[in-house]
């Protein structure tokens, strides 16, 4: 999976794992983003959550080869989802 989830009693650890591309998002990392803020909004015992990426890098930014292929979509600010999956998510 691209993403890995930790979660220690009230902290979620959300870990970008793409590191051959520098953690960059596509469509499924994007998804799998969203799931997991989404997860930790509803859990009512997560105080704080910490994102980080694996093999040396945060993340690189949208997959440009998927953002090319029409995989990934960029639209206008409040026109859907984000690109980078949570970006725009509001949470509770």
Do not use: I, W, Y
Not at 18 to 44: G, Q, S
């Amino acid at each position: 999976m691209s993403v890995e989830v930790d979660r220690r009693g009230p902290v979620t650890v959300v870990v970008l794992d793409r590191p051959r591309v520098r953690n960059a998002v596509d469509a499924a990392h994007a998804a799998a983003l969203t799931e997991a803020f989404e997860a930790f909004d509803a859990d009512d015992d997560a105080a704080v959550a910490v994102l980080h990426g694996r093999g040396g890098h945060f993340c690189a930014g949208a997959d440009l080869k998927a953002v090319a292929s029409g995989e990934v979509r960029v639209g206008a600010p409040g026109q859907g989802p984000a690109a980078m999956g949570p970006t725009r998510m509001l949470l509770g």
